[in-house]
Every structure is written in structure tokens, then in C-alpha cells.
């Protein structure tokens, strides 16, 4: 499965960004999908996943409320709308699939996945 990850830019506190992850491959749509983002010095954390057919979402505790995840299975391309963007959440976001239930990442993080795509930037000015 490859992925091409987009959507990322400069926005101020409060605004919004839409992220854009596109799947390719056999087996892309019996995949969860989601997104996982990595601060400066920090390491890389769960933000939110959603299962192969769009029906369960899971998102980190600092972001529910503010992040929408969905997908679009005709396209294979999974969506992270992200309002009410604060300082906090510049980082740069990874778009993730992998085969194992949206509750497998959130417990296991990163050591659940096995398709990564390029990071896209997103930085929210104070």
C-alpha cells in the first residue's frame, strides 16, 4: 500500500486545516486508515483512525472535539478536518494504514502499522 499524504500548511490559532491521505494498492481498501503526527523533539503520537469501511473512529483525547476523520472508500483516500487548531498541534502528520483495528493503534501506537506515508507540515501560529 502506498500513500501520498497533503493538505498541510500555515494557519493561526482557531482556524482549520483539512488533511488528505490517498491509498494505492490491491489491498488499500481492506485497510484502516488514519493519522499519526511527530512535534520537534518529541515522538511520534496516535491523532486519530478510522476503520476499513468508515464505520468506528478513534481519536487521542487532544484532539476529540476538534478533529474529524473520515474516508471515502471510492477514492480510497482518507480526510483529518481539523478545527479549532492550536500552537499544540504543529507537527508534522503521517498518514498510516495498516490492516489491524482502529483500537489496535490507539493502544499500540506506531509499532501497529506497516504502511507509512511521507509527513505533510502543519504549523499553527500563536
Known amino acids: 500500500v502506498q500513500l501520498q499524504a497533503s493538505g498541510g500548511g500555515l494557519v493561526q490559532t482557531g482556524g482549520s486545516l483539512r488533511l488528505s491521505c490517498a491509498a494505492s494498492?490491491?489491498?488499500?481498501?481492506?485497510?484502516?486508515m488514519g493519522w499519526f503526527r511527530q512535534a520537534p523533539g518529541k515522538e511520534r503520537e496516535f491523532v486519530a483512525a478510522v476503520s476499513y469501511n468508515g464505520a468506528t473512529a478513534y481519536y487521542a483525547d487532544s484532539v476529540k472535539g476538534r478533529f474529524t476523520i473520515s474516508r471515502d472508500n471510492a477514492k480510497n483516500t482518507v480526510y483529518l478536518q481539523m478545527n479549532s487548531l492550536k500552537p499544540e498541534d504543529t507537527a508534522v502528520y503521517y498518514c498510516a494504514a495498516d490492516p489491524a483495528r482502529p483500537g489496535v493503534w490507539l493502544h499500540s501506537g506506531t509499532k501497529a502499522i506497516n504502511y507509512w506515508g511521507q509527513g505533510t507540515l502543519v504549523t499553527v501560529s500563536s
Open positions: 494498492g490491491r489491498t488499500a481498501s481492506r485497510n484502516a
